[in-house]
């Protein structure tokens, strides 16, 4: 996917369930789970070709998100609408 469909998560509104997160450096696709307040992060599933794999997943917290990754611009965009 190209860069310009994804854009920095400035607020943690944007950070729905189901929402597409690519690393800046990476062209690694994530789709972004629920909120795990015991491990005080959020949990990502790879994404490939679509296909959401569930047998693997990383909690990463919201400054890594922050710093680290970009959401994709219509998931952001509806998020900040709403």
Do not use: C, W
């Not at 997160?21 to 690694?28: A, H, L, V």
């Not at 005080?40 to 917290?61: A, N, Q």
Request: no cysteine; aromatic share 10%.
């Amino acid at each position: 996917m190209k860069n310009n469909n994804f854009a920095t998560i400035s607020d943690a509104y944007q950070l729905v369930s189901g929402a597409k997160i690519k690393g800046k450096t990476q062209d690694e696709i994530f789709e972004l789970g629920t909120y795990d307040a015991l491990k005080r992060g959020y949990t990502l599933y790879p994404l490939e070709h679509g296909v959401k794999y569930d047998d693997f997943s990383v909690i990463v917290s919201e400054k890594e998100l922050k710093n680290n990754f970009l959401i994709e611009g219509a998931k952001a965009n509806a998020a900040i609408a709403a």
